[in-house]
């Protein structure tokens, strides 16, 4: 039997965490950045997926370069993934209110399967895709690059961030085996600001893989004296009425930033899960109070 599907994980907070979909982000913000996140996804069903990530990111040189690095760990079933990237993003000033931002990162990846859990029920005996009460580990390098432009208020970004399609299957013997497939990501947002103490803060994500399902997520969120943002999402994917709508908050307070967000599914896997769950901090090295005005501080 041959499967496919998307691979790489989803985040709805994905307008605050751009680094780890695209490579050019780094150091975009104007400002050194720390970031934590939590994801949850279908909770109450076992053995659920969920994603842990922290990230850096800062301009050098004078805003002319990007640094950033993440460490991300996801677990769903018996699968436990690490995985570990360094981007690096050069900037060209087209002029005062428009840059362009070209990124590079480099990937490495531990893939871990655990048969000796429990809940492992083999199908077929003698299966070599199955190693009995043992754990497999294989790890992979790949790279990624991606474009990042921005101009006054909005942004646009396509990145691949893993590029060669890696052989991540266990079962030597067998002619068809899984590879990791690269990902397409578009991005885009702006800030639209309606009055003195309200802005509009719309964005949009296009994610597409081989022989998925085109998924887009679409945010619409409103931003009250640049401290309080509140939102809500509309995630296509699968078929009928889509993947998921979702309700995200963020609270910002000088430099520290925190949001939370809830997926309420719209598939029919929704009838076996209450939804997911996401919580992110961020901490913002700003040098000075105004600097909170500019409009990167909020992607």
Same mark, same amino acid.
């Given at each position: 039997?041959?499967?496919? #599907? ?6 709805? =907070?994905?307008?605050? &965490? ?76 087209? /002029? ?15 893939? /871990? ?43 646009? #970004? ?34 639209? =600001?309606?009055?003195?103490? @309200?802005?509009?803060?719309?964005? @949009?994500?296009?994610?597409? @893989? ?8 679409? &945010? ?28 995200? @908050?963020?609270?910002? +307070?000088?430099?520290? #930033?925190?949001?939370?967000? +809830?997926?309420? #599914? ?34």
């Amino acid at each position: 039997m041959i499967a496919y #599907g998307q691979q790489e994980n989803q985040y709805t =907070q994905f307008m605050y &965490n751009q680094l780890v979909l695209n490579p050019a982000y780094a150091g975009a913000r104007g400002h050194t950045s720390f970031q934590a996140l939590y994801r949850a996804q279908w909770m109450g069903f076992e053995k659920a997926p969920t994603s842990k990530l922290l990230s850096f990111n800062t301009p050098l040189l004078g805003d002319r370069v990007g640094l950033g690095i993440s460490i991300a760990n996801h677990t769903h079933g018996i699968h436990n993934i690490w995985n570990g990237s360094m981007a690096y993003a050069y900037n060209i000033k087209i /002029n005062k209110e428009t840059s362009f931002r070209f990124g590079i990162q480099g990937n490495i990846r531990n893939f /871990n399967i655990d048969f000796s859990d429990p809940s492992v029920r083999v199908q077929q005996n003698n299966d070599p895709s199955v190693t009995a009460d043992d754990a497999q580990n294989k790890y992979t390098g790949n790279f990624g690059a991606g474009i990042y432009l921005t101009h006054k208020q909005m942004y646009f #970004g396509v990145s691949v961030p893993s590029i060669y399609p890696n052989e991540i299957g266990i079962n030597p013997l067998s002619r068809e085996t899984a590879e990791e497939v690269p990902h397409l990501y578009a991005m885009a947002g702006t800030l639209v =600001q309606i009055s003195s103490k @309200v802005d509009l803060k719309p964005a @949009v994500l296009l994610k597409r @893989v081989k022989n998925a399902p085109l998924d887009l997520d679409i &945010n619409l969120s409103f931003v009250y004296d640049k401290r309080i943002t509140a939102g809500i999402s509309y995630r296509l994917g699968g078929d009928g009425a889509g993947e998921s709508v979702d309700a995200l @908050v963020m609270f910002q +307070y000088n430099s520290f #930033g925190f949001g939370i967000s +809830y997926d309420l #599914g719209l598939s029919e896997l929704s009838d076996y899960n209450n939804g997911s769950f996401e919580a992110m901090i961020r901490y913002d090295f700003i040098k000075e109070r105004n600097d909170i005005a500019n409009p990167r501080f909020f992607f």
